[in-house]
T-cell receptor, first 113, second 108 residues
Framework: DAGVIQSPRHEVTEMGQEVTLRCKPI?????LFWYRQTMMRGLELLIY????????DSGMPEDRFSAKMPNASFSTLKIQPSEPRDSAVYFC???????????FGEGSWLTVV | QKEVEQNSGPLSVPEGAIASLNCTYS??????FFWYRQYSGKSPELIMF????GDKEDGRFTAQLNKASQYVSLLIRDSQPSDSATYLC????????FGAGTRLAVHP
């Protein structure tokens, strides 16, 4: 079975550039989550969707971050403009149901220089 | 504020010993609890979940939940060097909230 698929796996970009991270959840899962992981702050929930609708985006750091889910099989997390402090691993995860196990993608390692 | 607290470690145990990992949470409305393992440079992977008070065993792993005291623990019996990783506790009152993780080192 295909798991959560993320792209790109690694990205190095210059400060001020736009970054777009992509995610394909597990087929049939109705919840999709975007997390950010850093050494200092651990794993932080940025935003989550239910049936393609954003439910809680209170974890999004600021207006430079935006996320969309145009259909059940695709989501994007965009950072514009990017800053060095955005350097982190961004994980997409999905689950079936509200309080069930969430499954993570392999992550997108972002470095902003 | 909803929080999940874990000792960051490192927790160092000899091979073959029992490793005990603990987690406390603040939201009494939490209903589902998870333990994930994360190897360096990899994504978190589920080890166990537990919903009810008491113990749940799966192979060498035992999860323990005490809702009255608001803690959940993970015991790893017969620890192996391959168990060396960071263990993340996750609590789900409404959305999954993760602790910072405990780093476990099993030495031969």
């Amino acid at each position: 079975d295909a798991g959560v698929i993320q792209s790109p796996r690694h990205e190095v970009t210059e400060m001020g550039q736009e970054v777009t991270l992509r995610c394909k959840p597990i087929s049939g899962h109705d919840y999709l989550f975007w997390y950010r992981q850093t050494m200092m702050r651990g794993l932080e929930l940025l935003i989550y969707f239910n049936n393609n609708v954003p439910i809680d985006d209170s974890g999004m750091p600021e207006d430079r971050f935006s996320a969309k889910m145009p259909n059940a099989s695709f989501s994007t997390l965009k950072i514009q403009p990017s800053e060095p402090r955005d350097s982190a691993v961004y994980f997409c995860a999905s689950s079936s149901g509200h309080r069930n196990t969430i499954y993570f993608g392999e992550g997108s390692w972002l470095t902003v220089v | 504020q909803k929080e999940v607290e874990q000792n960051s470690g490192p927790l160092s145990v000899p091979e073959g010993a029992i490793a005990s990992l603990n987690c406390t949470y603040s939201d009494r409305g939490s209903q589902s609890f998870f333990w994930y393992r994360q190897y360096s440079g990899k994504s978190p992977e589920l080890i166990m979940f537990i919903y009810s008070n008491g113990d749940k065993e799966d192979g060498r792993f035992t999860a323990q939940l005490n809702k009255a005291s608001q803690y959940v623990s993970l015991l790893i019996r017969d620890s192996q060097p391959s168990d060396s990783a960071t263990y993340l506790c996750a609590v789900n009152p409404a959305t999954p909230i993760f602790g910072a993780g405990t780093r476990l080192a099993v030495h031969p």
